[in-house]
C-alpha cells in the first residue's frame, strides 16, 4: 500500500441495498475500490458492480459543458436561458404548465431543492420522479397501513429469521449484497427456510428450500389464501390485532373464499406446493417477507403490499428481531427522495400535500407565501400532459425516460412535441438528449457530495472522491443558479451541508410526533461533523443519543395514523391489466441483470460487466419456442401495439409458458431496436400510479 494514500468513505451509487465504499485514491490519481468494513449495510462485502466503480470514473462520454441547442454555451447563458423560460411559460400559462422529472439517482440534497423550487417558490406539484417506477406502490401501500411511509425492520432481520418469504424479488442479482447476507445465514442456520415466490426461476432460487412459480400478476390471490389460511389455523394474534389495528374483518371477508383450490386456480400453482408455504409462513414466528418489483410494478401493486402487510399485521410479526415485512428498494435513494417529498403528491418530511395543516408548517418554514396546494402528476400522467401540450416546458434531471417509461417511443412524440425539453445528466448522449433544447451537465458519482438512504432506512454519506470535470456541477447547485435566476429567495446554499441541516430542522419543526421521518438531531449539525458523519437510520430525533441499537418500528403498535392503529386493508384480486389475445399471447415481463444498472450508462464503460450478459436477449420456454420455430441464439421480433424490438432468444425452462422475459438496459445507444419499455403499456396502479412493467401482452416470431 502506498503510505500517502487518501481513502474516502462513500457509498455505492447503485442498489437500494446501499453498501459503503472505500476509496484508496494513491497520488497518482488511480482508484482502489472496497467495501467499508464497518458500514452496517455490508460489512465490507461489494457485489461485483459496487467492484466495478474504479472502472467507471473515466470521461468517456461525458457532459462536461452546457449546451443550448447544440453547441457550447456558457453556465450563465444556459441558466439565464432555462430562467427565462420556465419565467414566460408560468406567465403566459400558470406554473401547472411546467414540471421537473427527477431521479432517484439524486442525493437528497439535491432532492429537497428540487422540491423546494418547484412546490415552493413555483407553487406548482408538477415534480415527478423515476422512483415512481421503483416504489410507489410501497410508498401507497405503507401509508394505507401504516399512516407513514415507513419500513419497519432492518437488515439483521433477514438473517435472524427463521423463514425468509421473498416475493417478486430477484435479490441474488438486484440486491447482491444483501443476498449474500441472507445466504451466509443460511449457511450457518440448518434450520432456516426460504420460499421463492416469482414466476421465474431466477439465481434466487437456488437457495429456495421452496420454489412457486406463481402465474405473473397472482400474487394478491395468493396472499389472500395465506390470510384465510391464518385465520383458520388460528394463527390471528388477537391482543396485537385488537389492540393495534383495524380493518382485519373486511381483510378477512375479502379472503374467505380464498380455498387452496382456488387460490391454485388463480395462481397456477399446484396445492400441495401451496399448503407446504402456507403451514410453513402459519408456523414460523421469526418470518420476514421481503419483497421488490415484482410486487410494486403491477397495476395492483399496492394492493399486493397491503396483501403482504396484511399477514404480517394479523400475526403480529412486524418489526421484530427477524420478523416482519421487508420492502427492498430498486435504487440507491429511492427512499431519500421520499423523505424530502420526491414525489408528485408528497410534501417535504413525510408531510402530505393534502393536509392543510402540513401544507402551512412547510410555507411558514420556507417563508413563502404559498407553496402547492394538490398534488401533482404522477410520471406517466406527466408526460402524458407533456405529450397533448398541457405541460410546456419540462426537465428531466438524472434520468433517461426516453428509454426507460412505459410506450416509451410515445414518450420520444411528446418530448419532440414540447416547447422546451432541460437535460441535466452525467452523459452528453442518451436517449433524451437529442430532445433537449438546453443540456446542463451534473456531477457524477465520486464529483457529488451528500447523502442516501438505503432500503433500511440507513443514511449514508456519498462523498466527492476529487474535483469535478469540466463545467459540471452538482445538481442542487445547477437548481439553485435557476431559481435565483428567476428571482427566488431561500436557495443561497454554500455547501450540500447547509441543505442537508435545513431538512433536518424541517423534519423536527412543530412535529409533535406525528411524523415519521424526523432527524431533527442534526438540524445544528457543524460542517465537521457532516464532513464525517457515519451511517445511522432515522429516526434521530433532537436530544437522542445516536448511533443505538437497529430502530425497528411497530412491534408495539404507534402507528402513524390519527387513532395510532395500523389499517389492515381489503384487497380483492385484480389479474394485471395488459391481457394476452390471439394478436399479442405472451406476457412481456422485464428486469434487472446482475451486472448491469439501469440503461447502462455507467456500467456499459467497464468492460468486466459486459463479460456476465453481452446484449439484449428475450428468455423464454423451450416448448414455447418450438412452437414458434426459434432456435437457440437465435433472434427474435417481440412486439405490440405500442413498438417493437429485436432480440436474442434465450431458450430456457427457467421461464414459465406463456410468459417471457427481457431485460431493461439495452437501449438505441446500443443496439437498434432495443429498448424493451416501448412495449409496456402504460398501466397504472390506480394509488400509486405506478405502472405495470412486469405484465405486458406482446407477440413473438422469428427474426
Ligand atoms: Fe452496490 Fe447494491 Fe452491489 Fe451493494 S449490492 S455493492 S449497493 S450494487
Known sequence: MNVSSRVVQTTCPYCGTGCGV??????????EIAGDPLHPANYGRLCVKGSALAETLTLEGRLLHPIIKGARASWREAVDLVARRFRETIEQHGPDSVAFYVSGQMLTEDYYVANKFMKGFLASANIDTNSRLCMASSVAGHKRAFGADIVPNVYEDIEEADLVVLVGSNLAWCHPVLFQ??????????????????????????????????????????????????????????????????????????????????VAAATGLDETALAEFYEAFAATERTVTIYSQGVNQSSAGTDKVNAILNCHLFTGRIGLPGAGPFSVTGQPNAMGGREVGGLANQLACHMELENARHREIVRGFWGYERVAAKPGLKAVDLFEAVGDGRIKALWI????????????????????????????????????????????PAQPWGEKDGVVTNSERRISRQRALGPAAGDAMPDWQILCSVARAMGAKGFDYAVSADIFREYAALSGHLNHGERSFDISACAEISAAAYESLRPFQWPWRRGETAFARPKRFFANGGFFTPDGRARLVATPYRPPQSRT??????????????????????????????????????????????????????????????????????????????????????????????????LVAANVDPLSGQPELKASAVRIEAW
Not at 22 to 31: K, M, T, Y
Not at 230 to 253: C, I, M, P, Q, S
Open 22 to 31: 472505500e476509496a484508496r485514491i494513491s497520488p497518482s490519481g488511480a482508484v
Open 181 to 262: 447476507r441472507l445466504e451466509q445465514a443460511k449457511a450457518r442456520r440448518a434450520d432456516m427456510r426460504v420460499v421463492n415466490i416469482d414466476p421465474r426461476r431466477t439465481a434466487t432460487s437456488e437457495i429456495a428450500d421452496l420454489q412457486l412459480s406463481l402465474k405473473p400478476g397472482s400474487d394478491v390471490a395468493l396472499f389472500l389464501g395465506l390470510l384465510r389460511f391464518l385465520e383458520r389455523t388460528g394463527r390471528r394474534h388477537a391482543a396485537y390485532v385488537d389492540r393495534h389495528t383495524k380493518g382485519a374483518d373486511n381483510a378477512l371477508l375479502a379472503a374467505q373464499d380464498w380455498s387452496l383450490t382456488k
Open 397 to 440: 434531471i438524472g434520468t433517461n425516460p426516453v428509454a426507460s417509461l412505459p410506450e416509451a417511443d410515445k414518450i420520444k412524440r411528446a418530448l419532440a412535441a414540447c416547447d422546451f425539453v432541460v437535460v441535466s445528466d452525467v452523459m452528453a448522449e442518451t436517449d433524451t438528449a437529442p430532445f433537449a433544447h438546453v443540456q446542463l
Open 581 to 678: 389475445s390471439a394478436a399479442a399471447p405472451f406476457v412481456l415481463n422485464t428486469g434487472r441483470l446482475r451486472d448491469q444498472w439501469h440503461t447502462m450508462t455507467r456500467t456499459g464503460v467497464a468492460p468486466r460487466l459486459s463479460q456476465h450478459v453481452a446484449e439484449p436477449f428475450v428468455e423464454i420456454h423451450p416448448e414455447d419456442a418450438a412452437s414458434l420455430k426459434l432456435q437457440p441464439a437465435g433472434l427474435a421480433r417481440v412486439s405490440n401495439a405500442h413498438g417493437a424490438v429485436i432480440l436474442r432468444t434465450l431458450i430456457t425452462d427457467r421461464q414459465q409458458r406463456g410468459s417471457v422475459f427481457a431485460p431493461i438496459h439495452w437501449t438505441d445507444q446500443h443496439a437498434a431496436a432495443a429498448r424493451v419499455d416501448a
